[in-house]
């Protein structure tokens, strides 16, 4: 079955760009939805965005000024770059695919084991 | 943007009793809601898509329902292993958000 490895730098200081990458096994990248989402130690989830192997990515518009997601389907995997990061960018970030049957995709399944960023100088 | 609105935001049961998880969305988001059960240190599971369908291998015990903006997961009979926390979560057109949570622990 489809399954994803995030990885990347565990810490990052302020002001500096967060990059992640994941690699997804077991399946291919292409002609699917793939998600970015985080969650801060003990809070709630944050979708981030989500990215097709055609089209523009969406992004949260929260979020959207800083964000910036490819897919490398040679490699077969999504990347995530967050520009500016600050103490509150600190979170766990999970990679997911996003799912649906004839309405959309409409759920992440599955998910990464996720990967902690910590930003602190 | 859409916002769900879970409660209770934390739910104290027993095992073997019935637990009723509510999500509350801002406005219509038809079918589109799934929940996920998370455990400490784990990524979130799939439980329930599209408002009522078992994810693949998730137990019978877990059922969802509602449309528009009202949604209940249900757990039928508490076992150890549901202790934890769970999300619902929408899709609008192509945002996507989700509930605060709800953590569902052993009384």
């Known amino acids: 079955q489809v399954q994803l490895q995030e990885s990347g730098p565990g810490l990052v200081k302020p002001s500096e760009t967060l990059s992640l990458t994941c690699t997804v096994s077991g399946g291919f990248v292409s002609n699917y939805y793939w998600s970015w989402i985080r969650q801060p130690a003990g809070k709630g989830l944050e979708w981030i965005g989500r990215i097709y192997t055609t089209g523009s990515p969406n992004y949260n518009p929260s979020l959207k000024s800083r964000v910036t997601m490819s897919l490398d389907t040679s490699k077969n995997e999504v990347s995530l770059r967050l520009r500016s990061m600050t103490v509150a960018d600190t979170a766990v970030y999970y990679c997911?695919?996003?799912f649906g049957y004839g309405s959309g995709v409409n759920w992440f399944d599955p998910w990464g084991q996720g990967t902690l960023v910590t930003v602190s100088s | 943007e859409i916002v769900l609105t879970q409660s209770p935001a934390t739910l104290s049961l027993s095992p073997g009793e019935r637990a009723t998880l509510s999500c509350r969305a801002s406005q219509s988001v038809g079918s589109f809601l799934a929940w996920y059960q998370q455990k400490p240190g784990q990524a979130p599971r799939l439980l329930i898509y599209d408002a009522s369908h078992r994810a693949t291998g998730i137990p019978a015990r877990f059922s969802g329902s509602g449309s528009g903006t009202d949604f209940t997961l249900t757990i039928s009979s508490l076992e150890p292993e549901d202790f934890a926390s769970y999300y619902c979560q929408q899709r609008s057109n192509w945002l996507y958000s989700f509930g605060q949570g709800t953590k569902l622990d052993i009384k």
């Open positions: 997911a695919r996003v």
